[in-house]
């Protein structure tokens, strides 16, 4: 029997929704931050690459309107 490899993509869309529709709430810790940070920690040993598909147009809205956020959002990046 010989080995086979596969190869894998593992892509995650990184994005919300800006602004927050009326009625809705963002945890950015528990709802993006955490999240990221700990597929990141998963992948990383094993050496899976994960690529993460960020909405720009949320993060110069963010940049604008809540620089706090966007400032964590590009330091997780």
């Known amino acids: 029997m010989t080995s086979r490899s596969r190869l894998a993509a593992i892509t995650i869309d990184y ?3 800006q602004p927050i529709p009326p009625g809705k709430r963002i945890d950015w810790t528990q ?3 955490a999240p990221a940070e700990r597929l990141m920690d998963l992948a990383e040993p094993l ?3 994960v690529t993460f598909m960020a909405e720009m147009g949320e993060y110069f809205w963010l940049v604008e309107h809540e620089p706090q956020t966007a400032r964590r ?3 997780q990046w």
Do not use: I, Y
């Open 47 to 49: 050496g899976v690459p």
């Open 31 to 33: 709802d993006v931050f």
């Open 15 to 17: 994005e919300t929704w």
């Open 73 to 75: 959002m590009k330091e």
